[in-house]
């Protein structure tokens, strides 16, 4: 990685070591799948959203850093 | 428990509100189909680029971090997009990676969608090249662009090679700046390498009005400033169109 900022990379690569997300893909619906890091029991922060769909990557409630909960399918 | 069988749940939605949302999952299971692309509700839309650039790298967490992978394809999302109209870039970046920074400034200037940007806090390093990329840039009058070489950390085996591929990458950055600014190559080089200004290190800062002096950026204003710049370059886009 060839990195130009004004922070020296010492800096930005910090506790880069104990850095270990854990990552799983999440099909959402056909031809969206998401890129999901755990956050909790039952919850999953949106990493990435995977789509060859652009309009899903506007999408409000699947900007990453949102939260997703599982549930139970009654 | 199935794990691809997730519901979302936006952030500070009460727990009541779960059913509503499951039924709309519900008819993206049976129809499936999901819901139609969001509606642009408003049709001039901001694109924050703020903290690291990130690249190739996740960097760890304290870093606040501008994604190329959420960005490039939103970028393409705005132009296709018929409800949108204009796309305001809004800048506070310390930098980061080069290439991501390069691709996100060439998506910027191929888009047909009337661009403007406003660098607001720092606009440094391959911020620079973002700023410029843009129909129309603008500067706050105490925010700041950082203009310096590319630097390597930790061991670097001092051949003429080394020295060269930076040098390569230099120019890249260089070339975009110059194409998509009134400023010449010479002078963003001399920029880059002048000595005296920043503490311990070649480079220039460049504040507010001197960015428009050098012909880096094209104008000194604030959000009211490059807002009505946009309307009036979407209204011109629209005039040719008809």
């Given at each position: 990685m060839l990195n130009y900022s004004i922070y020296p990379l010492e800096m930005i690569l910090e506790d880069y070591d104990d850095f270990v997300p854990e990552y799983e893909e999440v099909n959402?619906?056909?031809?969206l799948t998401l890129l999901v890091e755990r956050s909790g029991k039952d919850e999953r922060k949106i990493a990435k959203i995977i789509s060859s769909d652009p309009q899903d990557y506007l999408r409000p409630e699947l900007q990453p850093g949102s939260i997703l909960k599982s549930v139970f399918y009654y | 428990m199935d794990s691809n069988q997730f519901y979302f749940l936006a952030q500070g939605?009460?727990?009541?509100e779960m059913p509503e949302t499951a039924k709309t999952i519900e008819s993206i299971r049976q129809l499936g189909e999901s819901s139609p692309?969001?509606?642009?509700?408003?049709?001039i839309h901001i694109l924050p680029i703020i903290g690291q650039i990130e690249g190739h790298m996740v960097l760890p967490p304290k870093n606040k971090t501008t994604k190329y992978e959420h960005i490039i394809p939103q970028l393409v999302a705005i132009e296709e997009?018929?409800?949108?109209k204009g796309l305001l870039i809004i800048l506070n970046t310390v930098g980061g990676d080069i290439e991501a920074g390069l691709a996100i400034s060439e998506m910027i200037s191929s888009m047909n969608t009337p661009t403007v940007s406003l660098v607001l806090g720092g606009g440094h390093s391959i911020g620079v090249p973002i700023a410029v990329a843009t129909d129309y840039s603008f500067i706050a009058s105490t925010a700041s662009m950082t203009i310096h070489p590319i630097r390597l950390t930790g061991?670097?085996?001092?051949?003429p090679q080394t020295y060269d591929y930076l040098d390569k990458m230099q120019d890249r950055i260089i070339k975009f700046v110059s194409t998509h600014s009134r400023i010449s190559e010479e002078k963003f080089r001399e920029l880059m390498f002048?000595?005296?200004?920043l503490v311990r290190d070649v480079g220039t800062v460049l504040i507010g009005k001197e960015a428009v002096e050098l012909g880096l950026v094209d104008e000194v204003g604030g959000l009211n400033a490059a807002l009505a710049k946009l309307r009036s370059l979407v209204r011109s886009r629209e005039e040719v169109k008809q």
């Open positions: 959402f619906s056909n031809g | 939605n009460k727990e009541k692309p969001t509606e642009a509700k408003n049709d997009n018929p409800n949108i061991l670097v085996i001092g051949v002048r000595t005296g200004e």
